[in-house]
């Protein structure tokens, strides 16, 4: 009954001010709606009731403004990208085709397989670091404790093109003066440190302080208790930092335009010549193209980095799940 209530006053106020369309229609449908059950909860319980209820709606109404563009654009990619979709893209690369051919044409494999190894490198870069960062915070506590936590967070805000142009000043130019996939994984890895580190400090934190007592009184040095009980018991958490790590940077594109060269050929050595990559091919797509066919690609490419995204952070939930259950 209030609901029906609450949309014949919203149809009143949008006659008398003028209001119009679903945005206007909708927000006074929710400000109508919240005083309505105030007002109810304030006559029919007490004023503690009628607060709760305001703080409710809106905080019901933050999650609904969270949700609609994730719906918006997971809606939009896969409604516009299941057309460029084929099976040849995966098993072809784009180094005897333009965006502009038909979509049957070329493929994005070249993309897949750099992505891969750029990724693969910054994962073989950062992990250990990563890691060796939060075993100092949570198990050392040394003096450093505190700037090298505070660089850890300023790193997480670092906007990820800084990240290219330090690779592309402090390597590139003066060192080995070409673009390569392992230039890409350098800068890649500068972005992944502070989500791996950040992720693996919560997660050693979470390791009961009895099992580093236990390790320690059975003998065991300060590292044999980190190396044989803490990391063994944290195998879980570092495995979703890992995979939260990859999801970070996987969609990165500003850093690769930089440095990795964006080849439209296969190429499976990082130190050698230009590589493609996902992002890379996406923003390719859409900045040369023009036609229907290079939209169709650009879309199925964000298609395939949305999958990837998900299953990454699907895999980190299930693994997450498994280590609470």
Do not use: C
Request: aromatic share 8%; charged share 10%.
């Amino acid at each position: 009954m209030l609901i029906f209530a609450a949309i014949l006053i919203s149809f009143i106020v949008i006659k008398l001010t003028g209001l119009d369309g679903k945005l206007g229609f909708l927000s006074t449908l929710f400000i109508v709606s919240t005083l309505l059950i105030f007002i109810q909860q304030w006559r029919l319980r007490d004023k503690a009731a009628a607060k709760d209820s305001l703080l409710s709606s809106f905080a019901l109404l933050g999650m609904i403004m969270t949700v609609i563009p994730i719906v918006s654009i997971v809606y939009t990619v896969v409604i516009k990208g299941y057309k460029g979709i084929h099976f040849g893209m995966f098993i072809n690369d784009m180094s005897l085709n333009s965006v502009n051919d038909p979509i049957k044409d070329g493929g994005l494999l070249h993309a897949l397989v750099g992505t891969i190894i750029m990724v693969g490198g910054a994962l073989v870069i950062s992990f250990p670091i990563g890691v060796l960062t939060a075993l100092y915070l949570t198990e050392i506590r040394g003096k450093l404790s505190r700037p090298i936590k505070f660089l850890v967070q300023a790193m997480s805000g670092v906007p990820s093109i800084v990240a290219g142009l330090f690779i592309l000043s402090s390597l590139v130019y003066p060192v080995t003066k070409s673009l390569s996939g392992m230039m890409g994984s350098f800068a890649l890895s500068i972005l992944m440190i502070p989500t791996i580190a950040r992720t693996s400090e919560e997660m050693l934190r979470l390791i009961p302080q009895e099992l580093r007592e236990a390790g320690v009184a059975l003998g065991g040095t300060q590292w044999r208790t980190v190396a044989g009980v803490i990391l063994p018991a944290a195998r879980s958490g570092l495995v979703t930092a890992i995979i939260l790590g990859m999801a970070r940077i996987i969609g990165e594109t500003a850093p690769l335009l930089l440095v990795s060269g964006g080849g439209d050929s296969l190429n499976f050595n990082p130190t050698s010549g230009a590589m493609g990559s996902l992002p890379y091919y996406i923003w390719k797509s859409f900045l040369t193209g023009g036609t229907e066919e290079a939209f169709a690609r650009a879309w199925g490419g964000l298609l395939v980095l949305l999958a990837f995204i998900f299953i990454l952070f699907g895999l980190a939930r299930f693994i997450s799940g498994r280590k609470g259950n």
